[in-house]
């Protein structure tokens, strides 16, 4: 981590831009979450898919394309 969050133990970045999104790092690691998008509140699906549904069918918003 670098800039303002440099030493810090918990950052949280966020990007505003043609959409939302951020990441969470903690103790220096990147935290990626069950679904590996732990940090990217712009972009969530709902409802939380079942273990038996992930990866799950890619999004119609063109996300990760």
């Given at each position: 981590?670098?800039?303002?969050?440099?030493?810090?133990?918990?950052?949280?970045?966020?990007?505003?831009?043609?959409?939302?999104?951020?990441?969470?790092?903690?103790?220096?690691?990147?935290?990626?979450?069950?679904?590996?998008?732990?940090?990217?509140?712009?972009?969530?699906?709902?409802?939380?898919?079942?273990?038996?549904?992930?990866?799950?069918?890619m999004?119609?918003?063109?996300?990760?394309?």
């Open positions: 981590v670098d800039g303002a969050g440099a030493g810090a133990q918990v950052v949280f970045g966020v990007i505003l831009g043609s959409g939302v999104g951020g990441g969470i790092v903690v103790r220096g690691q990147l935290i990626e979450g069950v679904n590996a998008i732990a940090g990217e509140w712009g972009h969530i699906p709902l409802p939380d898919p079942k273990d038996d549904e992930r990866p799950g069918p999004c119609s918003c063109w996300a990760g394309r």
